[in-house]
């Protein structure tokens, strides 16, 4: 929540409005007085990693009532407030709208009672109601994520992962936790659970013995952990609760295993925010100034939201009232109704007898083990025959194949690395033995997951296919890479991880500089040419500058930086921080940049440097590589299977159509199929870049909130066609 209040109040003072900050929620809107101050640059610093809010948040009885809403109301005209963002949950949203409903007649009472003036109604006569979800529950219809979730599963799984590690040492056999809807869900996937409870998806009756008999076989397969989680609020068909402690006495009841219960509680909530949900923020309270800057008296309120990589403004009682048909397709037990507003997929598997082969190619990525695990047991699920390659297609050369069963890939999920092994080397120098290999394991499809590697691999096996028939198969690419350097995806697995990795380094940086005043700090991110890393680091962790190879710079632009810097220092806020992509520069390198800002800055103030190196490769990958892996994995695989069948022709599969040879990839709101060979044009080979990155738009964004007076020419929806510019609207009489 802190990200987003931060980047509302520096968007609103960029365009020229006044910005109030109001504390303790509605209550602070009744109640006025101190708890509505004016914001200004300095009062949202150092709030990018703090958890929570830091305005404060509490429930208003008052602000239900009609004179509480007339007392707010007061308060709001007094200080010229004509636009209100709103970040909380549907109950918040759904006030906020009722209150700018009332508004025209909430002012005649005042006017009537003498407390304004019929001027200040006319100058006040319209408010403007912009919203944005901050939730760690993720159950508000209309948008894909909501503030806090990814960090609350941040949470979850560093708990589950801590009593995994137990687990080594000690036979714990079963472990219940009780955590939210969505979240149970998501850390179900990410964790590998046996067995997960959900409200809108009741277990079929004599769900019992069907989980006994499940923790029997894992304990006949020397499987030490078993976790089940259940949400709050967990129901089976009969409407009957289950709780941690029903399924506790269930399993030693009926199985004698030793079973232990945590309970998350509001630990899922606290904590440093993660770097998914400080972009999130940033983006929508960015784009939420835009919003009421655009409003019109006619505009109905929207709620900002994310579809798939895409910011977007809904109406918000539109959401609001969805939101609620769910909960009451819950309380009539129209469990399905519920499910299809949630907006979950129901997946029938179909059995098909193929042999699918799956590999890693290129530098290792968080969450590789993820998608491979999916591959796998989806391919098992649908009848097909899996094979592991081990280190990429050097291994594949040399027949480092062999079958990989569903127990092979348990725990994979939260590994890091490749547990496969991975390789650099492209196919093209060692086509026939690759051909004979897929011959001699009869293999009929292959599924490549890596980075700008595996994107080269595909197309070589593609050109290849008019002098090897073996290649003549369904080939599907799946991007994983800290670098996001992939054509043809927003994002890849693996970035999520690394941005993680990033924005916690800076954090102990920049706390490190608590006691010290005046130090600027530059550090050196990985990426090759992609300069994904540092910009979106940068923008995650309040950064002052990000140097970059797709945007040039020079020494001027370095200057520039330096006393932008130095007049910083000026302020109650005496730390910098700078970014370098290690390769954005051949000649500007991190060592010349350090030296340059020690030099200029000498007096005013100091520098360190840090080169974060492989250290952004490695650990646990995020819930976000997790899921993300797991999801489009299935996916891959579902459209394999699909393809398989599509192309098999007397008793051989044959594909050498360009559609048969696809990288899956985000897309602003899709995921997509798209043919590696129609992403050529895309792609700058020499670089190993896209030609194009949605990200470049988000720059500004860091420019902005770092006080650098540029402009916005691209809302980071891409839905807008208009330039903002520094009060290039009339906003010197808004308020926000």
Known sequence: MNGAVRAVVRMGIYVGAKVYLIHEGYQGMVDGGDNIKEATWESVSSMLQVGGTFIGSARCAEFRTHDGRLRAAQNLVKRGITNLCVIGGDGS???????????????????????????????????????????????????????????????????????????????????????????ALVSALACGADWVFIPELPPEDGWEDLMCQKLSENRADKKRLNIIIVAEGAIDSSNKAISTDYVKDLVVRCLGFDTRVTILG???????????????????GVEAVLALLEASPGTPACVVSLCGNQAVRLPLMECVQMTQEVQKAMDEKKFEEAVRLRGFVCVCVSQSPFTVAVLNVGAPAAGMNAAVRSAVRVGITEGHKMLAVNDGFEGFSKGQIKEIKWGDVGGWTGQGG???????????????????????????????????EAFEC?????????????????????????????PGTDLSIGADTSLNAIVETCDRIKQSASGTKRRVFIIETMGGYCGYLASVGGLAAGADAAYIYEEPFDIRDLQANVEHL?????????????????????????????????????????CRKNVLGHMQQGGAPSPFDRNFGTKIAAKAMQWISKRLREFYREGRVFANTEDSACLLGMRRRALLFQPVIQLKDETDFEHRIPKEQWWLKLRPLMKILAKYKTSYDVSDSGQLEHVVRLRAKDTDNSTI
Not at 266 to 284: C, E, K, N, W, Y
């Open 266 to 284: 509001h630990v899922q909530r606290g904590g440093t925010p993660s770097a998914f949900d400080r972009i999130l923020a940033s983006r929508m």
């Open 418 to 452: 490749s547990l496969l092994g991975t390789k650099r080397t492209l196919p093209l120098k060692k086509l026939d033995k690759i051909a004979e290999q897929i011959r001699i394991h009869n293999i009929n499809a292959l599924l490549v997951i890596g980075g700008f």
């Open 93 to 183: 949203l759904t006030g906020a709208n009722l209150f700018r409903e009332e508004w025209s007649g909430l002012l005649e009472e005042l006017v009537q009672s003498g407390k304004i003036d019929e001027a200040a109604a006319q100058a006040h006569s319209v408010l403007h109601i912009v919203g944005m979800v901050g939730s760690i529950d993720n159950d508000f219809c209309g948008t894909d994520m909501t503030i806090g979730t990814d960090s609350a599963l941040h949470r979850i799984i560093e708990v589950v992962d801590a009593i995994m590690t137990t687990a080594q040492s000690y036979v714990i056999v079963c472990m219940c936790l009780c955590v939210c809807r969505y979240l």
């Open 566 to 606: 130095t007049a910083k220092m000026k302020t109650s806020i005496q730390r910098g921080l700078v970014l370098r992509n290690e390769n954005s520069n051949d000649n500007y390198t991190t060592d010349f940049i350090y030296q340059l800002y020690s030099e200029e800055g000498k007096g005013v103030f100091d």
């Open 458 to 486: 595909v197309l070589q096996l593609c050109d290849a296919r008019s002098k090897y028939e073996e290649f003549c198969l369904p080939m599907c690419m799946l991007p994983a890479t800290i670098s996001n350097n992939v």
